[in-house]
């Protein structure tokens, strides 16, 4: 299983990115997928999860109202559309599907596919 991130990019305070994350080679409608990002000098942490059928999503507090995840079973996509972005959200972000965990979790150990990370930079 593969998953490739992008859409990632240098974008104003306030401004607005949408990530992609294409999942191939698995079955992706069973995996339930996370993003986390890991910005400099700090910690990886949990952003966003939803779950397989997409009917259930979970959010970081710091992200929750701002960002929102979706995804795409028959294009083996997720999304991550992130609105009003601050400088704090500079980061690598990375997404994650978890075949065990099919309602998505935010424990980032218990997914089994990694993507390379996409980078955001927000300027203020």
């Known amino acids: 299983v593969q998953l490739q991130a992008s859409g990632g990019g240098l974008v104003q305070a306030g401004g607005s990115l949408r990530l992609s994350c294409v999942v191939s080679?698995?079955?992706?409608?069973?995996?339930?997928v996370g993003w986390f990002r890991r910005a400099p000098g700090k910690e990886r942490e949990f952003v966003a999860t939803?779950?397989?059928?997409?009917?259930?999503?979970y959010y970081a507090d710091s992200v929750n109202g701002r960002f929102a995840i979706s995804r795409d079973n028959a294009d083996n996509t997720v999304y991550l559309q992130m609105t009003s972005l601050e400088p704090e959200d500079t980061a690598d972000y990375y997404c994650?599907?978890?075949?065990?965990?099919?309602?998505?979790?935010?424990?980032?150990?218990?997914?089994?596919?990694w993507g390379q990370g996409t980078l955001v930079t927000v300027s203020s």
């Open positions: 994650a599907a978890a075949r065990g965990v099919p309602s998505g979790t935010r424990f980032a150990e218990l997914y089994d596919y």
């Open positions: 080679g698995g079955t992706f409608s069973n995996y339930g």
């Open positions: 939803i779950s397989r059928g997409g009917d259930r999503t």
